[in-house]
């Protein structure tokens, strides 16, 4: 029988599987030879068919671990690699990924506490823990996971504002920024019913109008962003304009850390348009929310602790294996909303005899506590070690910046706001740039991303190595002067 990976037999079945495992990384990575493998899709999909063969023979093949774990990492794009720089995909911390691997020998589930006894209090940990880095200390509450009762409040009392009583702040993990995002209508349609509207900008992620789609909710108002951050005064006309004779509830979604620039919204006055209208304010802070860690970039995010709902994204700027979003939210009782009942999992009187009710802390059922590799991170490297590796690659994207400014054959779009930098070759035509990038990726040479922006198209680095070199960064350059057009 094979052996099992938890279990008296577990750790001396895994050390030689383990081993083999990284020995194929390793091969993999050498074989590749840079960012992402050559050839483009035809080659790779090909290269990978041959490699695997029968994907289910009639007999097992006891060399399949190294053989298919090697293809993968030949086949990669390697986040670590300093030229691998197009998208929000960081390269994850050995520390958290070694402890995502005693995730998967454990194998806990988090929809019920006889599944996942202690990843069940480590998250309350958590999640109190980053909640209070978006909203500040916890007030006086009732207890994390106290039973949530059986039915929801009226919508028309589930308000963020309620009065008499202490809010506590708490959060959800996630599967990343579309789940957060996602939730978060769902608690404010929730809350405020089903005519709520959503105003956003058109910088906004695409997983809010369509969450918002996905909910049933009125057709979002999305704002034009000519600068690339919602315009206050645009809000704030937007909102007046909506509320004429009969008005309904607003939602509005703000970011910080767009996906094409990395810009923020300018959340202090988008906070205070809101109050004054009356409007519920959620922040997309899948990118941005990493500079709360960095006691020199945290000021960036102030206005964030005005929103009801928050969406954090730590395997972007938090270099944790996917997947590691949170939904933080101001007030814990908006999410009375998500309690659901299934007997199996948290019967009436398992409840009131104590054991905590976890279904009500996500939409998933079965959920990997993907807590672990937060916290192992967190602990390891504290306050002080997670803000230097942000302080790290805001200035990397700042030492990018300026090689470009210098550059007589290239044109900065702007100066970075966290560690998104967009350039493209000075008077190359849109066509000639994407087919830099479409170059660069057939040839295994780069993975840049692009990004369209004031009407023309641009190259995206995303810089979230904190390992990358001045070198590396010149490299860069070079392999986008060599592959323009004359």
């Not at 577990?10 to 050390?15: I, N, T, V």
């Not at 959503?198 to 997983?207: D, K, Q």
């Not at 100066?415 to 849109?430: E, K, M, N, Q, W």
């Amino acid at each position: 029988m094979p052996p099992l990976a938890s279990g008296p037999e577990g750790p001396d079945a895994l050390r030689p599987l383990l081993a083999t495992v990284l020995d194929a990384l390793d091969a993999g990575a050498r074989a590749r030879g840079g960012p992402l493998p050559a050839g483009g899709p035809d080659a790779v999909a090909a290269h990978v068919r041959a490699a695997v063969g029968d994907v289910l023979p009639e007999h097992g093949d006891p060399d399949a671990l190294r053989t298919l774990v090697r293809a993968l990492a030949e086949g990669a794009a390697d986040p670590a690699d300093p030229l691998c720089a197009a998208h929000l995909h960081c390269p994850p911390l050995a520390v958290a990924t070694a402890a995502d691997l005693a995730v998967s020998v454990l194998n806990p589930s988090l929809d019920s506490w006889d599944q996942a006894p202690a990843a069940s209090e480590l998250e309350a940990l958590l999640t109190r823990a980053l909640a209070a880095e978006v909203y500040g200390p916890t007030r006086p509450g009732p207890p994390h996971l106290t039973p949530s009762p059986r039915q929801p409040e009226p919508t028309a009392t589930v308000t963020a504002e309620r009065t008499g009583t202490p809010r506590t702040p708490d959060a959800l993990v996630t599967t990343g920024g579309t789940e957060a995002n996602h939730l978060a209508l769902l608690l404010a349609r929730e809350t405020h019913g089903p005519t709520l509207r959503l105003v956003c900008g058109a910088n906004a992620h695409h997983s809010l109008p369509r969450a918002a789609w996905l909910l049933g909710l009125p057709e979002p108002v999305v704002l034009p962003t000519p600068t690339g951050t919602l315009d206050p005064a645009a809000l704030d006309q937007a909102l007046t304009t909506h509320a004429g004779p009969h008005p309904g509830p607003v939602l509005v979604a703000a970011t910080a850390g767009t996906t094409d620039a990395g810009l923020i919204d300018p959340l202090p006055e988008i906070a205070a348009i809101c109050a004054s209208h009356g409007a519920r304010l959620h922040i997309d802070a899948a990118y941005g929310g990493g500079l709360l860690f960095s006691d020199r970039h945290r000021a960036r995010l102030a206005g964030l602790d005005a929103a009801h709902t928050v969406t954090l994204d730590l395997h972007k700027l938090g270099w944790q294996p996917v997947a590691a979003g949170l939904l933080a939210v101001r007030d814990d009782r908006d999410l009375t909303a998500l309690h659901h009942h299934a007997d199996y999992l948290n019967a009436d009187d398992d409840t009131e005899a104590g054991l905590p009710d976890l279904l009500g802390r996500s939409l998933r059922t079965t959920r990997r506590p993907d807590v672990l590799k937060i916290a192992v991170t967190l602990k390891t490297l504290g306050r002080t070690g997670l803000g230097a590796l942000v302080d790290q690659v805001c200035a990397h994207a700042h030492e990018f910046a300026d090689l470009v400014t210098a550059h007589p054959g290239l044109e900065l779009h702007a100066p970075p706001t966290i560690s998104t930098v967009l350039f493209r070759p000075t008077g190359a035509t849109d066509p000639a740039v994407a087919e830099i990038r479409r170059r660069l990726l057939t040839d295994g040479r780069a993975v840049l991303g692009r990004a369209r922006v004031g009407g023309r198209l641009w190259l995206k680095t995303t810089l979230l190595n904190p390992h990358t070199r001045p070198d590396d960064l010149a490299a860069l350059l070079e392999l986008v002067e060599g592959n323009t057009p004359a």
